[in-house]
């Protein structure tokens, strides 16, 4: 059975750190990207950021400079540094894999709809 589950979410101020993580399980997942999403309440769940299984990265402009997506395959984890938080980074932040993992297309790098396995969710809230 295909596992995502992420951790690391909490409560911090404005201009604070978190690292989340999402841990693999059910099967390898180093030939894939892997996303982190989020989803903000009364908003559609939106892009953050993507590495694919070449270690490539991308961020949607909103965190770029400011996240980091890292993975390690030989734990089959893969991470979102977060620094500098601000109050509209508040939301729930899902991980996401891709079974292909080079897309050539933005858009579908971007598109929850190019993802095949979900996580659960971790809640990040930052209080101003």
């Known amino acids: 059975q295909v596992q995502l589950a992420e951790s690391g979410g909490g409560l911090v101020q404005a201009g604070g750190s978190l690292r989340l993580s999402c841990s693999a399980s059910?099967?390898?997942?180093?030939?894939?990207?892997m996303g982190w999403f989020r989803q903000a309440p009364g908003k559609e769940r939106e892009f953050v950021a993507r590495?694919?299984?070449?270690?490539?990265?991308y961020y949607a402009n909103s965190v770029n400079g400011r996240f980091t997506i890292s993975r390690d395959k030989a734990k089959n984890t893969v991470f979102l540094q977060m620094n500098r938080l601000k109050p509209e980074d508040t939301a729930i932040y899902y991980c996401?894999?891709?079974?292909?993992?080079?897309?050539?297309?933005?858009?579908?790098?971007?598109?929850?709809?190019?993802?095949?396995?979900w996580g659960q969710g971790t809640q990040v809230t930052v209080s101003s």
């Open positions: 996401a894999a891709d079974q292909q993992s080079h897309r050539i297309s933005m858009s579908s790098r971007r598109s929850s709809t190019s993802y095949d396995y």
């Open positions: 059910g099967r390898s997942f180093s030939s894939y990207a």
């Open positions: 590495i694919n299984s070449a270690d490539t990265s």
